[in-house]
Nanobody, 114 residues
Framework: QVQPVESGGGLVQPGGSLRLSCAGS????????MGWYRQTPGKQRELVAA???????NYTDSVKGRFTISRDNAKNTVYLQMNRLKPEDTAVYYC????????WGRGTQVTVSS
């Protein structure tokens, strides 16, 4: 089954950093604009960062200046570097195409707490 595989989440203190990875399983990422999404219980999944096939990036306001999305097409992997994490960044993080028209993986839990 074509499904991305997210990893790199965990428990981190406020102000800390994490680097998430998304590996394409049967999906050739270089063909798509890609995005990182997050979801908390009772809320809709939101797009927090996107990167075009050409490497242009875009971020939701709440993560600008703290998160960086990147891609390594040779490794078929998309990354999300998260710095200066806040408790409100706590969520399950997923990757998908920027248009959200691919398959959803299981996500990776990020918990920011002291």
């Amino acid at each position: 089954q074509v499904q991305p595989v997210e990893s790199g989440g965990g428990l981190v203190q406020p102000g800390g950093s994490l680097r998430l990875s998304c590996a394409g399983s049967g999906m050739i990422f270089r063909l798509y604009n890609m995005g990182w999404y997050r979801q908390t219980p009772g809320k809709q999944r939101e797009l927090v960062a996107a990167i075009t096939r050409g490497g242009i990036t875009n971020y939701t306001d709440s993560v600008k200046g703290r998160f960086t999305i990147s891609r390594d097409n040779a490794k078929n992997t998309v990354y999300l570097q998260m710095n200066r994490l806040k408790p409100e960044d706590t969520a399950v993080y997923y990757c998908n195409t920027a248009e959200a028209n691919g398959s959803w993986g299981r996500g990776t839990q990020v918990t920011v707490s002291s």
